[in-house]
Structure formats: C-alpha cells, structure tokens
C-alpha cells in the first residue's frame, strides 16, 4: 500500500474497532456503498473527497 492509504485502512480499522461496529454497518450510517468503503479500507481505492470523510466522521459520531 502506498504511504496516503496505510493510514486511512488503519483509521478506519481503528475506528470500526472503537464502536463496535462493522464497516457494513459504518458504510450504511454514512451513506456510502458499503463496497466502496470496504475498497477504501484495503487501500483499493484512491484518493477519497473530504465529503467522504465528513459522512463517515458524523455517522461514526452519530453511533456513540
């Protein structure tokens, strides 16, 4: 993996752990594919917008 995606799997992989959650259950809080967030998590996709991380940050907020 490239040195931008290594820290985003292990974000998500940490964050994922914290709640308790799956990224399945992540993906469908946020609004997201849950294929999409599973390619960002194994570093198979590029470059996500900060929208994504907004949705995912205030559905992960929403979850505690």
Do not use: C, H, W
Not at 8 to 34: D, F, H, K, N, Q
């Amino acid at each position: 993996p490239s040195k931008t995606t290594e820290p985003l799997r292990a974000l998500l992989a940490r964050r994922s752990r914290e709640l308790g959650r799956s990224l399945t259950a992540i993906a469908a809080e946020a609004g997201l594919a849950r294929t999409y967030l599973y390619e960002l998590a194994n570093g198979n996709k590029r470059d996500p917008s900060v929208r994504l991380f907004l949705y995912t940050s205030d559905a992960a907020d929403d979850m505690q």
